[in-house]
């Protein structure tokens, strides 16, 4: 059974990091295209982060660029989402997502989902 599992999420003040992590099981991560995705009260879900299975590229939303890090650890079949200089406006649900062969970024291109993390900046 396919399998994600986030986890680092938390309270942290403006300015500060954390590091998410998404966790498989029943499946080989790097055969897969993940994503981190994220969704705040009242808003739609947005993409923040992806890595592709091919080759290993990383796309980041420009609100997050030069501030997250998205990486894989094959060995562990483990994602991680580097997260500094965090900003209230970062606060959300993040959600880790999977698919073999995404055809775009969209929330509706990924067909398996965690069951989030949640991260709140706030002073």
């Known amino acids: 059974q396919v399998q994600l599992v986030e986890s680092g999420g938390g309270l942290v003040q403006p300015g500060g990091s954390l590091r998410l992590s998404c966790a498989a099981s029943?499946?080989?991560?790097?055969?897969?295209?993940i994503g981190w995705f994220r969704q705040a009260p009242g808003k739609e879900r947005e993409g923040v982060s992806c890595i592709s299975s091919s080759d290993g590229s990383t796309y980041y939303a420009d609100s997050v660029k030069g501030r997250f890090t998205i990486s894989r650890d094959n060995a562990k079949n483990t994602v991680y989402l580097q997260m500094n200089s965090l900003k209230p406006e970062d606060t959300a649900v993040y959600y880790c997502?999977?698919?073999?062969?995404?055809?775009?970024?969209?929330?509706?291109?990924?067909?398996?989902w965690g069951q989030g993390t949640q991260v709140t900046v706030s002073s």
């Open positions: 029943g499946f080989t991560l790097d055969y897969y295209t």
């Open positions: 997502a999977a698919d073999s062969a995404p055809t775009g970024w969209d929330p509706s291109d990924f067909g398996s």
